[in-house]
């Protein structure tokens, strides 16, 4: 797995087919309805309890790939070693998926000045970015915190609501198809903070989406 992180393999930027085996894609059938978690339940327990809080909420949320070790590796150098770099990596796949998502417009969940101020990048941005997704900087972070790697299960889900819609989101999101894009899609916290914010301003449908599962 290391030598997809050496200069030299990274000569076309995006991964080549040898690196690309290691990914492991996700696959609909026996997962979640609601987060693609594999499972042979329609919902996993996280989705019960998310519908609880959100009986409003049409869930529908969709990753490409598998928290396996190879990306879980993947993001300890592109996300926390700041390798800007590997924002190429996965430019096919995302431009494969967000080419079915034209009628949406696509809001990345953002990091905080504080995370923004020691990495240098917002990793959800940078995907995007890489593979030419057009996207609207409509959520904003006002809240700064630990990284929530440090952070247990319970601590995740009982975190605060850290985001809020600009001005100029409120008016957009409404009565329109957003879908909503993270990193990395673990207990839902994260998402359904966000998603909560756009739901109070009325969108026509909202979607999550993140990269891994």
């Known amino acids: 797995m290391k030598e997809i992180f050496l200069p030299k393999k990274i000569l076309s930027e995006q991964l080549c087919s040898r690196c690309a085996k290691k990914f492991q894609l996700l696959e609909k059938k026996e997962s979640c309805q609601g987060c693609q978690r594999?499972?042979?339940k329609a919902y996993c327990n996280d989705c019960l309890r998310w519908q609880q809080l959100y009986p409003n909420y049409d869930f529908h949320h969709e990753?490409?790939?598998?928290?396996?070790q190879a990306m879980q590796e993947w993001f300890e150098e592109y996300?926390?070693?700041?390798?800007?770099q590997l924002r190429y990596s996965f430019v096919s796949f995302l431009q494969s998926y967000f080419k079915q998502k034209k009628e949406f417009i696509v809001i990345p969940l953002p990091i905080s000045k504080?995370?923004?101020n020691v990495r240098g990048f917002n990793q959800v941005e940078g995907l995007l970015g890489a593979a030419g997704i057009t996207y609207q900087p409509y959520l904003v972070r006002f809240a700064d915190g630990v990284s929530q790697v440090t952070k247990t299960r319970n601590e995740r889900l009982q975190l605060t609501q850290p985001f809020e819609l600009t001005k100029e989101g409120q008016k957009a999101v409404s009565n329109q198809n957003i879908l909503l894009v993270d990193d990395i899609y673990?207990?839902?916290r994260t998402i359904f903070h966000g998603a909560q914010v756009i739901l109070e301003n009325h969108p026509a449908k909202l979607y999550t989406f993140s990269l891994a599962r």
């Open 79 to 84: 996300k926390f070693k700041g390798n800007y």
């Open 186 to 188: 673990t207990t839902g």
């Open 114 to 116: 504080e995370r923004m």
């Open 38 to 40: 594999q499972t042979k």
């Open 63 to 68: 990753a490409l790939f598998s928290y396996n």
